[in-house]
């Protein structure tokens, strides 16, 4: 069962279109990560889903209701905000129990509530502090406190660790998956990092310009990227794309293609074999990896990522070939063949 749903849905903002005729549908449990460029209408898709927009048109259902035109209190979503939104003044437990003591919950349900929560969370040290008192990670999760004792049908996250270092992004999207496995609610989560979408959804959205490129599992999008857009987004480093003409020799006959793309990953060392030689011009070594930039020939510059032990020097000619069943086609218009 799709718990949350939208057909058909758009949003202009003056003249300007944000988001096209826009279907989407996220099962029951499932956590669904919405990724694109900054821009792309994804954190206007989240608005749109907690009443905070609405729709010029289409409708948006949450568990089989209707809520197109509902306020955001009667759609059972709680939202958790890229800048937390904290109230300064009052304590942990009080910010983790304000929506209940807004909506008149009984104070001993509050309280065990709080609890849970912070037990969860591992904030019940911290119950009696201030915001300004805690860390940015521990921030982000009382506001993920607030949201989980409302007990929703959807959690809305709209880009929640954009604010955090590197190790505590990793650490807080470990705690936020966690407790989505725990409470079993469904999740709709917003990001412009794609390494949050593949670690963290287990349905992912791709939006470019107010519409959807692709919708499937990560691994899915990875392998078979139902655009160039969506095979260029998802990945790390991007995924190479080269004109047909330019790239038949080193990938094999285009057939029919306008674009050709092939992983960094996808190309190997081949002394005996190649079909071409990068020119290593920049070298990022990252430990287990090693990525190389350069040119290949006609086909112009591209990455190839290698093993972390392969030492590899400014100006080095590196022999390569491309798995012919790894590499990717797309028509004029960046659509799949």
């Known amino acids: 069962m799709a718990v949350v749903r939208l057909d058909g849905v758009r949003k202009r903002f003056g003249e300007t279109p944000v988001i096209h005729a ?11 990560v919405v990724v694109g460029p900054s821009g792309c209408g994804k954190s206007t898709l989240l608005r749109l889903v907690a009443g905070l927009e609405t729709p010029d048109a289409g409708r948006i259902a949450i568990a089989g209701r209707d809520v197109t035109a ?11 905000f890229q800048n937390y939104a904290l109230l ?5 437990a009080r910010n983790i129990a304000f929506g209940m003591e807004i909506r008149g919950v009984p104070q001993a349900e509050i309280d065990r509530r709080v609890r849970e929560a912070a037990e969860i969370l591992q ?3 911290l119950l009696d502090r201030k915001p300004r008192q805690l860390s940015g990670g521990q921030r982000q999760r009382v506001a993920m406190g607030r949201a989980m004792v409302r007990d929703p049908k959807v959690f809305l996250f709209d880009e929640p660790l954009s604010n955090l270092d590197a190790q505590l992004r990793g650490e807080v999207r470990v705690e936020i998956r966690r407790l989505h496995q725990r409470l079993d609610a469904a999740a709709i989560y917003v990001t412009h990092d794609q ?11 791709v939006m470019n310009a107010g519409r959807v490129e692709q919708i499937g599992a990560p691994m899915e999008i990875y392998e078979r990227p139902a655009t160039a857009f969506a095979a260029r987004f998802i990945g790390a480093p991007p995924m190479n794309l080269i004109e047909a003409t330019a790239a038949e020799t080193a990938f094999g006959p285009a057939g029919g293609a306008a674009t050709l793309g092939v992983r960094p990953e996808h190309l190997r060392l081949c002394p005996e074999n190649p079909a071409g030689e990068l020119v290593a ?6 430990g287990a990896d090693t990525y190389v930039r350069g040119p290949f020939g006609e086909a112009g510059e591209i990455v190839v990522r290698m093993p972390g032990e ?13 798995d012919p069943e790894r590499v990717h086609r797309f028509d004029g218009a960046g659509a799949r063949l």
Do not use: Y
Not at 23 to 31: H, I, K, M, Q, Y
Not at 195 to 205: C, F, N, P
Not at 281 to 286: K, S
């Open 281 to 286: 011009r920049l070298v990022e070594a990252q």
């Open 123 to 125: 904030l019940a040290p």
């Open 88 to 92: 300064p003044h009052l304590t942990v």
């Open 195 to 205: 390494i949050e979408a593949m670690t963290m959804g287990d349905l992912l959205v």
């Open 310 to 322: 392969r030492r590899v020097l400014p100006g080095e000619r590196l022999p390569l070939r491309a």
């Open 70 to 80: 509902a306020a955001p209190k009667d759609r059972d979503v709680a939202m958790v």
């Open 22 to 32: 826009l279907d989407l549908s996220v099962p029951e449990g499932a956590f669904c």
